[in-house]
């Protein structure tokens, strides 16, 4: 039974979420709540399918699985591989985000809508989990409209005129978005006649170098930086993540930017390859300059805002530059020599999910406890709220790198991917910036502990436990995995996924 699951895993962990999603209207019939149980269920069965697929990863390499037995590039693949294994993270921290979720949506908006909840957040999901694991360019767009239409309609769901402007600003980016990604697809179907990403990898091979070629993955990689809320493409995300319920914006700033992410890796390492005929270095280039006005823009407008989700979001800006940098380090001519800036990139985008899960939803007690959001209006919460505002003070140290936390790694492998590429500007950049991060977030921890309540009533305390337990899991995991797990990770996972990628042999 076991091994019949397996083989079918890649395939199991997607209709789980798109079959629960469809389903939830109905359960939710019986009794409204039910549909908070019936998506845990969904979410827990796709994450032991996803437990499978990467034990078998783990033992064996790479899982083909072809819809119907139809093998490429007639049929549609799905591919589990190590960039497939991001799949992983998103339905572990699916689940711990749910649990919390409970209890903040029945306060956030009214029974009636929670079924539509649960069934846009499987949607997100099944749309992520798509995205990562498909082996056919054109499913990963359909997979990206999948979780970009949850994601819009989410952050809306309250129903505020403030939400609704912010759903319509993230609309409007994404539809661009989306725009470019399709004509990038058509271009390159235009060049291979194909879809599947193994065989279009072959034919590009093949075919060497054309104008068509070239467009095709600038249409692709400028619409997955807007999807990553790259710099200056980033004006949607701020409102889209400060003004959605926090569960949703956790799932959006740990998440579904980084989905953004695996397409640029998708297409320029997966398909493209870089020891290809087509020459990336102008392009990476010009990635890592975009990726330091990132860094630096993202940590100068957190520095100025007084609204504590605001300043999270912002921050999520300036971390994705982190992430782009590392890729825009790699050296086309020395792919060997450029493992610590992919090794970065991939860290941190594991990272970045666990930490700012960790901060939004820290950041959601507090302003479900007390209905304030403004740092002036926060004095002293710190008092009133210890345990959640440690937890917030360890998601702090650990997104601006402190040793000993898991952000300090992901810095750490960036950095000295720009000492390995020898551009000693952009590790003086991303040291800046780290200076910037620390600066707001000191402001925070100052104001949280150190000032004098004003604004607080004496009825103000912890969260309920179903928020708690969710919110301490994130911190210890921040920092056991800083301090005990970085390095078999690094061995295990983020190692072979960095030479995957770079083609180099494992």
């Given at each position: 039974?076991?091994?019949?699951?397996?083989?079918?895993?890649?395939?199991?962990?997607?209709?789980?979420?798109?079959?629960?999603?469809?389903?939830?209207?109905?359960?939710?019939?019986?009794?409204?709540?039910?549909?908070?149980?019936?998506?845990?269920?969904?979410?827990?069965?796709?994450?032991?399918?996803?437990?499978?697929?990467?034990?078998?990863?783990?033992?064996?390499?790479?899982?083909?699985?072809?819809?119907?037995?139809?093998?490429?590039?007639?049929?549609?693949?799905?591919?589990?591989?190590?960039?497939?294994?991001?799949?992983?993270?998103?339905?572990?921290?699916?689940?711990?985000?749910?649990?919390?979720?409970?209890?903040?949506?029945?306060?956030?908006?009214?029974?009636?809508?929670?079924?539509?909840?649960?069934?846009?957040?499987?949607?997100?999901?099944?749309?992520?989990?798509?995205?990562?694991?498909?082996?056919?360019?054109f499913n990963m767009f359909v997979f990206m409209e999948i979780l970009s239409l949850a994601g819009y309609s989410l952050i809306a769901i309250t129903?505020?005129?403030?939400?609704?402007?912010?759903?319509?600003?993230?609309?409007?980016?994404?539809?661009?978005?989306?725009?470019?990604?399709?004509?990038?697809?058509?271009?390159?179907?235009?060049?291979?006649?194909?879809?599947?990403?193994?065989?279009?990898?072959?034919?590009?091979?093949?075919?060497?170098?054309?104008?068509?070629?070239?467009?095709?993955?600038?249409?692709?990689?400028?619409?997955?930086?807007?999807?990553?809320?790259?710099?200056?493409?980033?004006?949607?995300?701020?409102?889209?993540?400060?003004?959605?319920?926090?569960?949703?914006?956790?799932?959006?700033?740990?998440?579904?930017?980084?989905?953004?992410?695996?397409?640029?890796?998708?297409?320029?390492?997966?398909?493209?390859?870089?020891?290809?005929?087509?020459?990336?270095?102008?392009?990476?280039?010009?990635?890592?300059?975009?990726?330091?006005?990132?860094?630096?823009?993202?940590?100068?407008?957190?520095?100025?805002?007084?609204?504590?989700?605001?300043?999270?979001?912002?921050?999520?800006?300036?971390?994705?530059?982190?992430?782009?940098?590392?890729?825009?380090?790699?050296?086309?001519?020395?792919?060997?020599?450029?493992?610590?800036?992919?090794?970065?990139?991939?860290?941190?985008?594991?990272?970045?999910?666990?930490?700012?899960?960790?901060?939004?939803?820290?950041?959601?007690?507090?302003?479900?406890?007390?209905?304030?959001?403004?740092?002036?209006?926060?004095?002293?919460?710190?008092?009133?709220m210890p345990i959640t505002c440690m937890a917030l003070v360890i998601g702090a140290l650990s997104i601006t790198g402190v040793p000993g936390t898991?952000?300090?790694?992901?810095?750490?492998?960036?950095?000295?991917?720009?000492?390995?590429?020898?551009?000693?500007?952009?590790?003086?950049?991303?040291?800046?910036?780290?200076?910037?991060?620390?600066?707001?977030?000191?402001?925070?921890?100052?104001?949280?502990?150190?000032?004098?309540?004003?604004?607080?009533?004496?009825?103000?305390?912890?969260?309920?436990?179903?928020?708690?337990?969710?919110?301490?899991?994130?911190?210890?995991?921040?920092?056991?995995?800083?301090?005990?797990?970085?390095?078999?990770?690094?061995?295990?996972?983020?190692?072979?996924?960095?030479?995957?990628?770079?083609?180099?042999?494992?």
């Amino acid at each position: 039974m076991t091994t019949y699951l397996t083989s079918h895993s890649p395939v199991l962990m997607e209709i789980i979420f798109l079959a629960g999603a469809a389903l939830t209207p109905i359960i939710s019939l019986i009794r409204k709540k039910l549909a908070f149980w019936w998506a845990l269920i969904v979410s827990t069965l796709g994450f032991y399918f996803c437990m499978l697929a990467a034990a078998e990863l783990y033992r064996s390499g790479p899982l083909s699985y072809y819809l119907g037995g139809w093998r490429p590039p007639y049929g549609i693949e799905i591919k589990f591989d190590y960039l497939g294994a991001f799949a992983f993270l998103i339905l572990l921290l699916n689940i711990i985000i749910m649990v919390y979720s409970k209890k903040y949506m029945e306060h956030e908006i009214s029974e009636d809508k929670l079924p539509i909840y649960y069934t846009l957040v499987l949607l997100l999901v099944g749309g992520m989990v798509g995205v990562t694991i498909t082996g056919d360019i054109f499913n990963m767009f359909v997979f990206m409209e999948i979780l970009s239409l949850a994601g819009y309609s989410l952050i809306a769901i309250t129903e505020e005129r403030l939400n609704a402007m912010a759903s319509f600003k993230y609309l409007v980016m994404g539809a661009l978005s989306s725009l470019l990604l399709l004509v990038g697809i058509a271009f390159i179907y235009n060049v291979t006649g194909s879809l599947n990403m193994a065989d279009i990898s072959l034919k590009l091979q093949q075919y060497g170098a054309s104008t068509t070629a070239y467009v095709a993955v600038a249409a692709l990689i400028i619409g997955f930086t807007v999807k990553a809320a790259m710099f200056p493409v980033h004006i949607w995300l701020p409102d889209a993540h400060g003004l959605a319920p926090s569960p949703v914006s956790a799932l959006l700033s740990g998440l579904v930017i980084k989905i953004g992410i695996v397409g640029i890796l998708r297409i320029v390492f997966s398909i493209y390859r870089i020891a290809g005929p087509i020459n990336f270095s102008y392009l990476l280039d010009v990635l890592a300059w975009f990726a330091t006005a990132t860094v630096i823009f993202g940590a100068f407008f957190a520095f100025f805002q007084d609204d504590l989700k605001i300043i999270l979001a912002y921050s999520s800006v300036s971390n994705i530059g982190y992430i782009l940098m590392g890729i825009g380090l790699i050296s086309v001519s020395n792919p060997a020599g450029s493992v610590n800036a992919m090794l970065g990139a991939l860290t941190h985008v594991a990272a970045h999910a666990i930490i700012k899960s960790l901060l939004f939803l820290s950041a959601g007690a507090i302003i479900y406890k007390t209905g304030l959001r403004k740092l002036n209006d926060l004095k002293g919460i710190g008092k009133k709220m210890p345990i959640t505002c440690m937890a917030l003070v360890i998601g702090a140290l650990s997104i601006t790198g402190v040793p000993g936390t898991v952000g300090f790694w992901a810095k750490w492998y960036v950095i000295n991917g720009a000492f390995d590429s020898g551009r000693l500007f952009f590790a003086i950049a991303m040291l800046v910036g780290a200076l910037m991060v620390f600066a707001y977030y000191i402001k925070i921890i100052n104001v949280i502990f150190f000032r004098i309540p004003e604004n607080l009533t004496a009825e103000v305390d912890e969260a309920p436990l179903s928020m708690l337990i969710p919110i301490v899991i994130l911190a210890a995991s921040c920092l056991v995995y800083g301090l005990f797990y970085i390095n078999p990770m690094i061995t295990n996972y983020f190692m072979p996924a960095a030479k995957s990628l770079l083609g180099l042999a494992m």
